[in-house]
């Protein structure tokens, strides 16, 4: 009789157990469900913006069509690259505040200065290096991994944050010794021909 009664308690706190494991295991699914939910109208809502449908048309442009190279074959003296390199200001607002992801902000500045300091390099070899550096397309395809949660590309970007952050520091330099060699040969220019 004791045995049964045992047995009873046992098989009642076993249904109790397993009733609470089926009720938490229903509550973490509906979380994940909404969680999703509300990551998928999170990507629509980033992927029907105007600022998203600008840097599809901007990669295009600039590195599909190549444009960016050509920009600064015409305008030269870094300025052509200058200008180009603002048009990255796009990704970064999505990065920024759209993405909302540092590491993808990094990456994004990152390949922007890159693209700025490649085509500075005188003599035109920047500019024919341009046509092989596809910063807006690299940046896009960043942009996208994101947005449709590639952990791949997540994953990739986060490892690398830290070396972009110290590069973005070293490329700030490089750009500004660049302006001011740039400067210093047009003023000795200027000299030699009495302007």
């Known amino acids: 009789m004791e045995n049964s009664r ?3 308690r046992v098989g009642d706190s076993m249904e109790v157990i397993s009733t609470r ?13 909404a969680r999703q939910e509300k ?10 913006s105007s ?9 295009t442009i600039l590195d ?3 444009v960016d190279a050509i920009v600064g074959l015409v305008i030269p003296g870094g300025i052509g690259d200058a200008l180009s390199g603002s048009l990255s200001l796009p990704y970064l607002y999505i990065s920024m505040f759209k993405v909302r992801s ?3 902000t990094l990456a994004v500045l990152y390949n922007m200065l890159l693209d700025v ?25 960043l942009i996208v991994g994101f947005v449709e949660d590639d952990q791949e590309t997540i994953r990739q970007v986060k490892r690398r944050a830290v070396y972009c952050f110290f590069m973005i520091l070293v ?15 047009i003023s000795w220019i200027r000299s030699r021909l009495g302007w």
């Open 6 to 8: 045992r047995r009873q």
């Open 51 to 59: 600022s998203y449908s600008m840097i599809k048309g901007i990669k």
């Open 117 to 141: 300091i490649l085509g500075m390099i005188p003599f035109y070899v920047g500019d024919v290096i341009d046509f092989f550096n596809k910063s807006f397309k690299r940046n896009y395809r």
């Open 39 to 48: 990551k998928n109208r999170r990507r629509e809502e980033i992927e029907m």
């Open 102 to 104: 540092f590491s993808l």
């Open 64 to 66: 599909d069509w190549y």
């Open 171 to 185: 490329f700030i330099g490089l750009i500004y010794l660049l302006f001011v060699l740039g400067a210093m040969f």
């Open 21 to 33: 494991q089926y009720a938490a295991m229903d509550r973490a699914a509906e979380q994940e469900l």
